[in-house]
């Protein structure tokens, strides 16, 4: 008892050293801002509206309702506090560390073994994607009820075996496995690798050459997780695809799809062993000179052959050395969501991907090598290069986790080790112009634009900081450029009509704001653009102000009523419609919000409307 306590502090403390630093690290503004800084209703706190919203919301393609519930509770006692919502990933990763160590003792009984498992586990430097990036809270929160499910599956079935009341447990790993996928939708092999338990050590199946009919009950038994399973499957790429996450086979085909599966699946071998050049964006392989080069057949073959040996040589050594078969195909099975069968995103690969798989590689390899180096001073010596290789993996582990204090640290770190990467150049764009630095920004931007001259986000990203910069006829242009390659695109024409505003061309303003309504007729910032011209332009035969309320009313309605600005616009709306009473209610609403969110400019420029509204004026620029 007093070992296995001091295998989990041990655990426990060492990783809370290793990532402590981390706690004073920035945002890395690649979707940590859609937790932390720019969703209201998050950055509310614990209301029952921020509280819906977290249940329904889909951000950043993913629908994860107990993580968007994590960040209410961190900003409802800490703020908007990027230190805190790192301590938050620091300590679920360390308490994860702890329930491996206390699942596999539970299922094996060897302490030893099982503390090596979870330190290779918590020290890898696989781990500090999961770990240091504020947004992948998802990970380590799955993880953290995905090792709770298998830990009340193990309980269920000792119980069982001792003829003890199991049902319970039973239950409590089904409602951990609920919370895992409402988390992170990657638990959904749950099902899969406790088949594997099944199996080994639990051996409730005896091998895989006995007849099929032993696992007919322990793969009934577990109907309710295979049904949440598809459930979930099916939910996911609902989600994914309405956010057009998944790209079509049209952009990316079926070969180099199979390709990257294939040799991803070794790869990830590869860093598991040696784990070096170590980016947050892998690209995925285009061509033969990208970071992930598509192999030639021949490699491709090989690869696919060697994966099937593999398969085929555990399964044969079951009898005798069963925990290879579970670790490997526990590496296997828990890839599947991942690997690019369903390709979602642009990256070909990513470390945050290994945080299940890389447990079953864990556990073959310290199984293997504890039981075939049996002799006294085998192990010794074994004892001696199991404590060098882990610090060598804390000390690699210290060193990836530097990368990540900011954005621009991190990415540029990813376009070293990538060479042409599009997407690390968008966002060391995003990080200079946090830093202010807007040059630099412009010249990320021109670089992705250069490298990927067909895709509008280069384009919207340089048009912005040409504006932001006072450039407005070359941003004008580059905005330009952006629409001949994607005419709907909304956010380009919201771009361009901002920048030809400020060029005195207000007709073709208009013509823009129109466009970017048409093509996303549900967008806030479209709707409210376009009623703010249509309210306040100083050509009076351009304004139409009952357009302008409906129009600002939906915007108000889509965002909650939550948006200072918005409310504003409808009040300027209203004004312009000659509603003025109403218009003054609005605007003190407008008021009121603004106080509320400490916005202490749009207070007093709403104040100042609020005046004009009240003496039946409307405001028009």
Same mark, same amino acid.
């Given at each position: 008892?007093?070992?296995?306590?001091?295998?989990?502090?041990?655990?426990?403390?060492?990783?809370?050293?290793?990532?402590?630093?981390?706690?004073?690290?920035?945002?890395?503004?690649?979707?940590?801002?859609?937790?932390?800084?720019?969703?209201?209703?998050?950055?509310?706190?614990?209301?029952?509206?921020?509280?819906?919203?977290?249940?329904?919301?889909?951000?950043?393609?993913?629908?994860?309702?107990?993580?968007?519930?994590?960040?209410?509770?961190?900003?409802?006692?800490?703020?908007?506090?990027?230190?805190?919502?790192?301590?938050?990933?620091?300590?679920?990763?360390?308490?994860?560390?702890?329930?491996?160590?206390?699942?596999?003792?539970?299922?094996?009984?060897?302490?030893?073994?099982?503390?090596?498992?979870?330190?290779?586990?918590?020290?890898?430097?696989?781990?500090?994607?999961?770990?240091?990036?504020?947004?992948?809270?998802?990970?380590?929160?799955?993880?953290?009820?995905?090792?709770?499910?298998?830990?009340?599956?193990?309980?269920?079935?000792?119980?069982?075996?001792?003829?003890?009341?199991?049902?319970?447990?039973?239950?409590?790993?089904?409602?951990?496995?609920?919370?895992?996928?409402?988390?992170?939708?990657?638990?959904?092999?749950?099902?899969?690798?406790?088949?594997?338990?099944?199996?080994?050590?639990?051996?409730?199946?005896? !091998?895989?050459?006995?007849?099929?009919? =032993?696992?007919?009950?322990?793969?009934?038994?577990?109907?309710?997780?295979?049904?949440?399973?598809?459930?979930?499957?099916?939910?996911?790429?609902?989600?994914?695809?309405?956010?057009?996450?998944? =790209?079509?086979?049209?952009?990316?085909?079926?070969?180099?799809?199979?390709?990257?599966?294939?040799?991803?699946?070794?790869?990830?071998?590869?860093?598991?062993?040696?784990? =070096?050049?170590?980016?947050?964006?892998?690209?995925?392989?285009?061509?033969?000179?990208?970071?992930?080069?598509?192999?030639?057949?021949?490699?491709?073959?090989a690869a696919a052959l060697a994966l099937i040996f593999f398969s085929i040589l555990t399964i044969r050594k079951l009898?005798?050395?069963?925990?290879?078969?579970?670790?490997?195909?526990?590496?296997?099975?828990?890839?599947?969501?991942?690997?690019?069968?369903?390709?979602?995103?642009?990256?070909?690969?990513?470390?945050?991907?290994?945080?299940?798989?890389?447990?079953?590689?864990?556990?073959?390899?310290?199984?293997?090598?504890?039981?075939?180096?049996?002799?006294?001073?085998?192990?010794?010596?074994?004892?001696?290069?199991?404590?060098?290789w882990l610090t060598g993996l804390i000390w690699l582990t210290a060193g990836q986790l530097n990368y990540w204090r900011?954005?621009?640290?991190?990415? =540029?770190?990813?376009?070293?080790?990538?060479?042409?990467?599009?997407?690390?150049?968008?966002?060391?764009?995003?990080?200079?112009?946090?830093?202010?630095?807007?040059?630099?920004?412009?010249?990320?931007?021109?670089?992705?634009?250069?490298?990927?001259?067909?895709?509008?986000?280069?384009?919207?990203?340089?048009?912005?900081?040409?504006?932001?910069?006072?450039?407005?006829?070359?941003?004008?242009?580059?905005?330009?450029?952006?629409?001949?390659?994607?005419?709907?695109?909304?956010?380009?024409?919201?771009?361009?009509?901002?920048?030809?505003?400020?060029?005195?061309?207000?007709?073709?303003?208009?013509?823009?704001?129109?466009?970017?309504?048409?093509?996303?007729?549900?967008?806030?910032?479209?709707?409210?653009?376009?009623?703010?011209?249509?309210?306040?332009?100083?050509?009076?035969?351009?304004?139409?102000?009952?357009?302008?309320?409906?129009?600002?009313?939906?915007?108000?309605?889509?965002?909650?009523?939550?948006?200072?600005?918005?409310?504003?616009?409808?009040?300027?709306?209203?004004?312009?419609? !000659?509603?003025?009473?109403?218009?003054?209610?609005?605007?003190?609403?407008?008021?009121?919000?603004?106080?509320?969110?400490?916005?202490?400019?749009?207070?007093?420029?709403?104040?100042?409307?609020?005046?004009?509204?009240?003496?039946?004026?409307?405001?028009?620029?």
């Open positions: 008892m007093r070992r296995n306590l001091f295998i989990c502090l041990l655990l426990a403390g060492v990783t809370l050293g290793i990532y402590w630093p981390a706690g004073h690290f920035d945002l890395i503004y690649l979707d940590d801002p859609y937790f932390v800084t720019e969703n209201q209703d998050i950055n509310n706190g614990l209301t029952w509206h921020g509280v819906m919203a977290a249940c329904t919301s889909v951000i950043v393609g993913n629908w994860h309702p107990v993580t968007n519930l994590t960040f209410l509770a961190t900003h409802e006692f800490f703020g908007v506090n990027p230190g805190a919502e790192h301590f938050l990933n620091i300590a679920i990763h360390a308490t994860n560390a702890v329930l491996l160590f206390l699942l596999l003792y539970r299922l094996t009984g060897a302490s030893w073994r099982s503390f090596v498992v979870a330190a290779i586990f918590a020290w890898h430097p696989l781990r500090v994607e999961s770990v240091a990036w504020i947004a992948e809270r998802k990970d380590v929160l799955c993880v953290f009820f995905f090792l709770l499910a298998l830990l009340a599956y193990g309980e269920s079935v000792k119980n069982a075996a001792l003829k003890r009341r199991s049902t319970v447990f039973f239950i409590l790993s089904l409602l951990a496995y609920v919370l895992a996928l409402l988390s992170k939708p990657m638990a959904v092999t749950l099902h899969l690798v406790m088949l594997l338990l099944d199996v080994w050590p639990l051996k409730k199946v005896q !091998g895989l050459r006995f007849k099929l009919s =032993s696992w007919q009950r322990p793969v009934l038994e577990k109907w309710p997780f295979l049904l949440l399973t598809l459930v979930f499957c099916v939910v996911t790429f609902w989600v994914q695809h309405n956010a057009a996450a998944i =790209s079509s086979t049209d952009r990316i085909g079926l070969e180099p799809r199979l390709t990257n599966i294939i040799s991803s699946y070794l790869r990830y071998l590869g860093k598991t062993v040696w784990p =070096s050049d170590l980016a947050i964006i892998y690209p995925f392989p285009v061509n033969d000179h990208s970071y992930l080069a598509l192999w030639p057949a021949w490699q491709v073959i009898p005798y050395q069963p925990y290879l078969a579970v670790g490997w195909f526990w590496y296997l099975i828990t890839l599947l969501p991942v690997i690019g069968i369903v390709q979602v995103g642009n990256q070909g690969m990513a470390d945050r991907y290994t945080y299940i798989p890389m447990i079953g590689l864990a556990l073959a390899l310290v199984w293997w090598v504890t039981e075939t180096f049996t002799h006294k001073h085998a192990q010794t010596m074994l004892a001696g290069l199991t404590a060098l900011d954005t621009v640290t991190l990415l =540029s770190h990813a376009v070293d080790i990538t060479g042409d990467n599009y997407l690390a150049q968008l966002n060391i764009g995003v990080g200079h112009e946090h830093q202010n630095n807007m040059r630099r920004a412009i010249v990320c931007y021109r670089t992705a634009v250069a490298i990927y001259p067909t895709g509008p986000e280069g384009y919207r990203s340089l048009g912005r900081v040409l504006g932001r910069t006072g450039q407005y006829a070359a941003a004008a242009e580059t905005y330009e450029a952006g629409l001949a390659l994607a005419p709907t695109d909304t956010e380009l024409h919201l771009g361009l009509a901002d920048t030809l505003s400020h060029l005195g061309r207000k007709a073709e303003t208009l013509e823009h704001l129109e466009a970017a309504v048409r093509y996303s007729p549900d967008l806030p910032e479209a709707l409210n653009n376009l009623a703010w011209a249509l309210a306040t332009t100083a050509e009076a035969g351009s304004r139409n102000g009952s357009r302008a309320v409906t129009l600002a009313q939906h915007a108000c309605d889509l965002t909650g009523w939550k948006k200072t600005i918005y409310v504003g616009t409808l009040a300027a709306a209203q004004a312009e419609a !000659g509603k003025f009473d109403e218009a003054s209610a609005t605007a003190q609403r407008a008021c009121d919000l603004a106080s509320k969110n400490g916005e202490t400019e749009l207070l007093q420029r709403n104040q100042e409307l609020l005046a004009l509204y009240r003496n039946h004026r409307a405001y028009h620029e």
